[in-house]
C-alpha cells in the first residue's frame, strides 16, 4: 500500500484540533516533499525522521517519491511533534509496518537521529482536548510526555522510548501466529494519585507585620488583588512568596487546567502537580512576555499564573504598556490574542500580589531613615500607575520596617496551615452560597449575596461620598466586606466588616484614582 493515514494533533493555544498526517510513496524522481502549513520545525522533520529510520535498521524508500501532506492544510503546524507519526506514516506507505493496526491511536513525539523519542510540550492539552471532545483512542507519546498526559482521567496513553519500540506494536501479522511481545521500552502509563504533600514556604518565617498578613488572609478569601507598599527590607517580597500557601487546595480540574497552560510554556513538571503556582516576572518584562503573544501565541505570565499567583515586584517600574495590558484579565478572567491569521484565548484566572515602594527612594514615612524625595518626585514616581490599575486592586496595605528590637524578639506567627484552614472554610461558605469566590460576584450578585445590613448601607453611603469613591472601588469594597464577613462567620455583612474593608482602600497620593 502506498498511501497511509496516521493521526496526530497540532496545538493552538490550549486547543489541541485533529492532524492527519498523509504519506503517498510514488514512482519518480527520489524526493522528500512536506506540505501543510508547515513550520521550519516541522520542515526540518525530513532529515530527522531518514536518520531516525535508518539508524534504527529499517528501510527508507530513497528510490520513492515522498509525499507528506498535514491536513487540513490551512492549520498552522510547529515544533517536532509530528517527526514520530510522520516516520510511521513512511513505514506503513512502504509495508514495514500494519497500517490497519495505526487506526485508533494517536502519536506525537520527536525524533532523535538514532530514533531515540524526545518530548513534546503541551502533551496534557492534547490529552485534555480527548477527554473534552469524548474521544475513544490511545495516545503514543515519548517518556515525560506520556506521565504528563496520563494525569487526565480515563486518558489511555503509553509511552514509547525508541522508534522500534513503536514499530514492533505495529509489525504485520499472520492470522496463525500470536500477537508479538511488547517491548521493554513500550508501556501503558496510568496516573497515580498523589500521595506527596504539598509544600510552600511558612507564613511563620515572617515575624510581626500583623496587618499584612490578615490582608493576606482576606486576600486568600475571597480571591481578591493586593497591594504591599513599603520601604525596602519591610518583608514585601516574603509575604508575597508565602501567599500561595495560603489558598485552597486546588481541585482537580483547576489542577488539570493550570497544568496544561504550564506545558505549553514548556514549565510543567510532575514534582508540582496540584501546586498553585506563583510567577514573579522581572520588572523588565515586556507587554508580551507578561499577558502573551507572538506567531503562534503563546501563554504569558498571567496565564502561567492561571488558579495561582502573579507576583509583581516594583510595580511602578513595569512598562507602562504591561501594566496596562492587566486591566481586562483582571476582570475578565481570560485573555485573547488576536494576530492577523489567528486567535487565541489563554485562561487567566491568577490573584495578583503588587509590591512597591513609597517613592524613588523607598523611605517615605520609614521611622528608621529620612526620605530625600521632594513631593514632585513622590508624586510623578507614585503616577506611574494609573487610576484605572490603582482601581481594579481590591487591597491596599503598608508594610512598615520593623525595628531592630521588634525583629529580633518577636515570636514566632502563625503557620500557613493554621491561615489556609480558616480561608479554606471561608471560601466554603461562599461557594455553598453564591457557587463562586466574593471577587467574581458581578452586577446584581453583589446585591443578592453581600447581605449588607442598613447600618452598613448608611455607613458605606456617606463613607463613599465623601472619599470620592468609584462605582468599582465601591463594589469591590463591597466584595472585600463580604469575604471579612465570611471569615467571621457572619450571615451578614455589618458595619465592622464594612468599615475594616474600607482602611483597604488607600489611595496613593500620586496615582489620580478617582
Known sequence: MSLSLVQSRALLGLEAAAVTVEVHLANGLPSFTLVGLADVEVKEARERVRCAIQNSGLEFPNNKRITVNLAPADLPKDSGRFDLPIALGILAASGQIDASKLAGHEFAGELSLSGELRPVRGALAMSLALHAGRVVTQLVLPPGSAEEAALVPDAQVYSARHLLDVVQHFLPQAADTPPPEPAAGWTRVVSKPKTQALSYPDLADVKGQLGAKRALEIAAAGGHSLLLMGPPGSGKSMLAQRFAGLLPEMTTEEALQSAAVA????????????????????????????????????????????????????????????????????????????????????????????????????????????????????????????????????????????????????????????????????????????????????????????????????????????????????????????????????????????????????????????
Open 263 to 514: 506545558s505549553l510554556g514548556g514549565r510543567f513538571s510532575l514534582d508540582r502537580w496540584a501546586q498553585r503556582p506563583t510567577c514573579s516576572p522581572h520588572h523588565t518584562a515586556s507587554a508580551v512576555a507578561l499577558v502573551g503573544g507572538g506567531s503562534p501565541p503563546r501563554p504569558g505570565e498571567i496565564s502561567l499564573a492561571h488558579h495561582g499567583v502573579l507576583f509583581l515586584d516594583e510595580l511602578p517600574e513595569f512598562p507602562r504598556a504591561a501594566l496596562e495590558a492587566l486591566r481586562e484579565p483582571l476582570e475578565s478572567g481570560t485573555i485573547t490574542i488576536s494576530r492577523a491569521a489567528r486567535r487565541s484565548e489563554f485562561p487567566a484566572r491568577f490573584q495578583l500580589i503588587a509590591a512597591m515602594n513609597p517613592c524613588p527612594c523607598g523611605y517615605l514615612g520609614s521611622a528608621q531613615k529620612a526620605c530625600r524625595c521632594s513631593p514632585d518626585q513622590v508624586s510623578r514616581y507614585q503616577g506611574k500607575l494609573s487610576g484605572p490599575l490603582i482601581d481594579r486592586i481590591d487591597l491596599h496595605i503598608e508594610v512598615p520596617a520593623l525595628p531592630p528590637a521588634d525583629l529580633l524578639l518577636a515570636r514566632i506567627g502563625e503557620s500557613t496551615s493554621d491561615i489556609r484552614a480558616r480561608c479554606t472554610q471561608a471560601r466554603d461558605y461562599a461557594m455553598q452560597r453564591q457557587g463562586k469566590p466574593n471577587q467574581a460576584l458581578q452586577g446584581q450578585e453583589i446585591d443578592k449575596f453581600v447581605l449588607l445590613d442598613d447600618a452598613a448601607v448608611k455607613f458605606l453611603n456617606v463613607a463613599a461620598a465623601r472619599l470620592g469613591w468609584s462605582a468599582r472601588s465601591t463594589h469591590r469594597a463591597l466584595k472585600v466586606a463580604r469575604t471579612i464577613a465570611d471569615l467571621a462567620g457572619a450571615s451578614n455583612t455589618q458595619v465592622g466588616h464594612v468599615a475594616e474593608a474600607m482602611q483597604y482602600r488607600r489611595a496613593l497620593r500620586g496615582a489620580g484614582q478617582t
